[in-house]
């Protein structure tokens, strides 16, 4: 029996073992469709074909599927919409891949409790929009938000713009249902505003990546709507002027309700696919928000403005045209797929201290300049989370190899300077040798004993994080 043999024989054993508890329409077995889930968005991570896909639409269904897995030993590989960039959701050789995107229902939300009840699948832009409508708010916003999934987003942790002030998605999970390594189906947190029952094993599930539990269910907390904002722009010559704009905010003791940076290349970038006409000469943009309400709003903007100003803005000003404003921070949210229309790009994650942004930007353009690769730089300025763009040309090997090494550079720069590997794409494939660098071996101990006790078999997304 042939290797191809081999692998059908082992996929129809176990659709035919699931008969019954798993409808034959959740099963993907052709190997065109199968193709387009073998991996995430990450750039050069590696990816083996699968030895199938499965596409449950309950939580029952996902359990069997586990449970049958955990019998044969088959690894499951969970993934969401695919929009990753650490190569998390990449498929291994001969596993299960399990995609909760037919798990898409907005179960409940709780107006009085202000919660939301939600499956895996739901697109995290559709539940803010399902919460506006009674008046509510779920923070949480990549800027993936209009195609990543909540499960996605619990899974590798997600930040977004607005994080800066109102925080990460673990900042707003307060329970999920899960199907364990060994095939259980439970319930971890709760729905109350406090609770201290044992350990935080909810949490434990968020920025896991699927390696302890696949997640079926999530229950999330939300805020009453986000007030008006105000917008500040500052046009920068160099990086370094924008980062010390970044700190001068944050020394000044304000709180923006966003903080991002854009340059140049990827404000282009924007402008050749989709014709905005925002281009401007200046080489780093900085866009801020403040959503504080009335004249306290009005006296924060004109601090953020004079930061600016500062540090050395050649241009600065508050925005009085809403629409002009929308569309700078909707170029912000276009930026990494517009680049990657323009070649293969390798996405980096890196997080610093605010203090040290400036340096950390200088170090990215010298890092670009000594490896002769170009670095587009867009980034959650506010809270130091950087995502320089590595960018090369298709087919250009010299330059993926120049490319790879520029990555592993920025992110020992960033640990040199009391930064983490990755803010919130999650370790995944890509940052495994950097998350070696940044744990203590007692602590990666600590981190494979939890994981051993969870999935004694090491068949949730094996080969990924450590």
Not at 376 to 392: E, Q, S, Y
């Given at each position: 029996?042939?290797?191809?043999?081999?692998?059908?024989?082992?996929?129809?054993?176990?659709?035919?073992?699931?008969?019954?508890?798993?409808?034959?329409?959740?099963?993907?077995?052709?190997?065109?469709?199968?193709?387009?889930?073998?991996?995430?968005?990450?750039?050069?991570?590696?990816?083996?074909?699968?030895?199938?896909?499965?596409?449950?639409?309950?939580?029952?269904?996902?359990?069997?599927?586990?449970?049958?897995?955990?019998?044969?030993?088959?690894?499951?590989?969970?993934?969401?919409?695919?929009?990753?960039?650490?190569?998390?959701?990449?498929?291994?050789?001969?596993?299960?891949?399990?995609?909760?995107?037919?798990?898409?229902?907005?179960?409940?939300?709780?107006?009085?409790?202000?919660?939301?009840?939600?499956?895996?699948?739901?697109?995290?832009?559709?539940?803010?929009?399902?919460?506006?409508?009674?008046?509510?708010?779920?923070?949480?916003?990549?800027?993936?938000?209009?195609?990543?999934?909540?499960?996605?987003?619990?899974?590798?942790?997600?930040?977004g713009l607005c994080c800066v002030k109102y925080g990460v998605t673990k900042d707003y999970v307060l329970g999920v249902q899960i199907v364990t390594g060994t095939g259980e189906?439970?319930?971890?947190?709760?729905?109350?505003?406090?609770?201290?029952?044992?350990?935080?094993?909810?949490?434990?599930?968020?920025?896991?990546?699927?390696?302890?539990?696949?997640?079926?269910?999530?229950?999330?907390?939300?805020?009453?709507?986000?007030?008006?904002?105000?917008?500040?722009?500052?046009?920068?010559?160099?990086?370094?002027?924008?980062?010390?704009?970044?700190?001068?905010?944050?020394?000044?003791?304000?709180?923006?309700?966003?903080?991002?940076?854009?340059?140049?290349?990827?404000?282009?970038?924007?402008?050749?696919?989709?014709?905005?006409?925002?281009?401007?000469?200046?080489?780093?943009?900085?866009?801020?928000?403040?959503?504080?309400?009335?004249?306290?709003?009005?006296?924060?903007?004109?601090?953020?403005?004079?930061?600016?100003?500062?540090?050395g803005a050649t241009w600065a000003a508050t925005s009085t045209d809403e629409a002009e404003a929308e569309a700078l921070f909707d170029a912000r949210r276009l930026a990494y797929?517009?680049?990657?229309?323009?070649?293969?790009?390798?996405?980096?994650?890196?997080?610093?201290?605010?203090?040290?942004?400036?340096?950390?930007?200088?170090?990215?353009?010298?890092?670009?300049?000594?490896?002769?690769?170009?670095?587009?730089?867009?980034?959650?300025?506010?809270?130091?989370?950087?995502?320089?763009?590595?960018?090369?040309?298709?087919?250009?090997?010299?330059?993926?190899?120049?490319?790879?090494?520029?990555?592993d550079d920025i992110i020992d720069a960033a640990l040199e300077l009391g930064g983490t590997v990755t803010g919130e794409h999650g370790v995944g494939l890509l940052k495994m040798?950097?998350?070696?660098?940044?744990?203590?071996?007692?602590?990666?101990?600590?981190?494979?004993?939890?994981?051993?006790?969870?999935?004694?078999?090491?068949?949730?997304?094996?080969?990924?994080?450590?």
């Open positions: 029996m042939n290797a191809v043999t081999a692998l059908v024989s082992r996929a129809d054993a176990l659709i035919s073992a699931l008969r019954g508890r798993v409808p034959a329409d959740r099963f993907v077995t052709d190997p065109d469709v199968v193709a387009s889930y073998h991996h995430d968005q990450a750039e050069w991570a590696p990816f083996a074909p699968p030895l199938m896909v499965v596409r449950p639409k309950t939580a029952d269904e996902a359990q069997a599927v586990v449970q049958q897995c955990a019998l044969r030993r088959i690894p499951v590989v969970t993934r969401g919409a695919g929009t990753g960039l650490s190569g998390g959701a990449n498929a291994t050789e001969g596993s299960v891949v399990m995609s909760m995107e037919a798990m898409a229902s907005i179960k409940r939300i709780d107006r009085l409790e202000r919660i939301a009840v939600v499956e895996p699948g739901v697109v995290n832009d559709h539940l803010r929009a399902a919460c506006a409508e009674v008046g509510l708010w779920y923070p949480p916003d990549p800027a993936s938000a209009p195609w990543s999934t909540i499960g996605g987003n619990v899974a590798t942790n997600a930040g189906l439970v319930r971890l947190g709760r729905e109350t505003a406090k609770g201290v029952a044992g350990y935080d094993l909810a949490g434990l599930m968020v920025g896991s990546e699927g390696t302890l539990g696949i997640i079926t269910e999530i229950t999330v907390k939300l805020r009453p709507m986000q007030p008006p904002q105000r917008t500040v722009a500052g046009y920068f010559d160099s990086l370094v002027d924008a980062g010390r704009a970044v700190a001068a905010v944050a020394e000044a003791g304000l709180t923006p309700s966003a903080l991002e940076l854009i340059d140049r290349p990827c404000l282009e970038a924007v402008d050749a696919w989709k014709n905005m006409g925002i281009s401007t000469e200046a080489n780093v943009v900085l866009l801020g928000r403040t959503d504080t309400p009335g004249e306290v709003g009005d006296r924060e903007a004109e601090r953020m403005q004079r930061c600016f100003e500062d540090a797929p517009a680049m990657e229309r323009l070649g293969p790009v390798l996405t980096e994650d890196v997080c610093v201290p605010k203090r040290n942004v400036p340096e950390m930007l200088g170090r990215i353009e010298e890092i670009g300049r000594r490896h002769d690769i170009v670095i587009a730089n867009i980034a959650h300025a506010g809270d130091g989370n950087l995502h320089p763009l590595l960018i090369t040309q298709p087919g250009d090997n010299a330059a993926r190899v120049r490319a790879q090494a520029a990555f040798s950097g998350l070696a660098k940044e744990l203590d071996p007692t602590v990666l101990a600590m981190h494979r004993a939890v994981k051993s006790a969870l999935d004694p078999w090491g068949l949730l997304n094996p080969g990924k994080v450590f």
